[in-house]
């Protein structure tokens, strides 16, 4: 493997591992984090992260889903924000809906 994808694979084994101190490091050694990875740490921040920055980190991926993905309507923000917020209390059914969010929109889903 070069040396050039060592930072992306680095920052995908943390994303494996839910290791969101080495997910923030290796993130800050790439050029851009993609959208489905963004998801994947809002993910990891639930848990782990103090409600305003997992409220911070949600926003802004809410915010590139809008840009991002020309398809995507104020229907879906609302939803995406609606499955964000019932995450702590329904995880089940929030992935759920997260899921088939993405799915739609041919986003890949952690």
């Known amino acids: 493997m070069s040396?050039?994808?060592?930072?992306?694979?680095?920052?995908?084994?943390?994303?494996?591992?839910?290791?969101?101190?080495?997910?923030?490091?290796?993130?800050?050694?790439?050029?851009?984090?993609?959208?489905?990875?963004?998801?994947?740490?809002?993910?990891?921040?639930r848990d782990q992260s103090e409600d305003a920055t997992y409220e911070r980190a949600v926003v802004r991926w809410i915010g590139r889903f809008a840009l991002e993905v020309r398809s995507a309507g104020l229907e879906d923000l609302r939803e995406a924000a609606g499955a964000f917020e019932d995450l702590r209390v329904r995880p089940d059914t929030a992935m759920e809906r997260l899921a088939s969010l993405c799915s739609r929109h041919r986003l890949a889903f952690p």
């Open 3 to 45: 040396v050039k994808g060592r930072p992306y694979t680095w920052f995908k084994a943390a994303l494996d591992r839910g290791d969101l101190a080495a997910i923030r490091a290796e993130a800050a050694e790439l050029p851009s984090v993609r959208l489905d990875d963004a998801l994947r740490i809002c993910l990891v921040m």
